[in-house]
């Protein structure tokens, strides 16, 4: 059975007050309590519902979607996109994974013209074939990870001195 709202005017509010005749909004705990809770409740949701879960999903999915962080900080209307990125956006698990993934092509590249960083112990070269087992992946991670701790480099890894200003340019907006 659909109902419709008695205040159907353009500037009535979707949510209205009955005692101010549509004219006002309910108080925000009004329409949670005897609306959204009902409903997801019907749905089968049994966690608590509050207004900040729905703008967490709206700060998420923008930034999921591609918006830049200023355009989702002006429609949360956070004072700062600090705040947005800080407490709103939940990064999401798919794009960690692709994230991940996009570290492990850097590796183990797929293309037979793309330089292969084929290292299994600190300071030791190795032939690692083009497609490798995950044991020889895990392996050269290991590496990896140990060169970035103990501050060492080898030259199959980076052949160019690093510019630290290069870093600093990709994240000014």
Do not use: C
């Not at 005692?19 to 309910?26: A, E, F």
């Not at 608590?48 to 989702?72: C, M, Q, S």
């Amino acid at each position: 059975m659909a109902r419709t709202s008695q205040y159907q005017e353009p500037e009535d509010w979707v949510f209205a007050s009955p005692r101010m005749k549509g004219k006002t909004p309910l108080t925000p705990q009004m329409p949670m309590r005897n609306h959204i809770r009902k409903a997801a409740l019907e749905a089968g949701i049994t966690k608590r519902i509050h207004w900040h879960g729905f703008r967490y999903n709206v700060a998420t999915w923008l930034i999921a979607n591609g918006e830049d962080v200023k355009v989702a900080q002006e429609v949360l209307r956070h004072a700062s996109p600090l705040t947005t990125l800080q407490f709103y956006v939940v990064a999401s698990e798919k794009k960690k994974r692709d994230a991940l993934e996009r570290i492990e092509d850097m590796i183990f590249p797929h293309d037979e013209n793309q330089p292969f960083i084929p290292l299994q112990e600190p300071g030791t070269p190795v032939e690692v074939p083009l497609y490798a087992s995950d044991q020889e992946k895990r392996q050269a991670l290991e590496y990896v990870e140990s060169m970035m701790l103990s501050g060492k480099t080898h030259e199959a890894v980076s052949s160019q001195p690093h510019d630290p200003e290069d870093d600093q340019e990709q994240y000014l907006m």
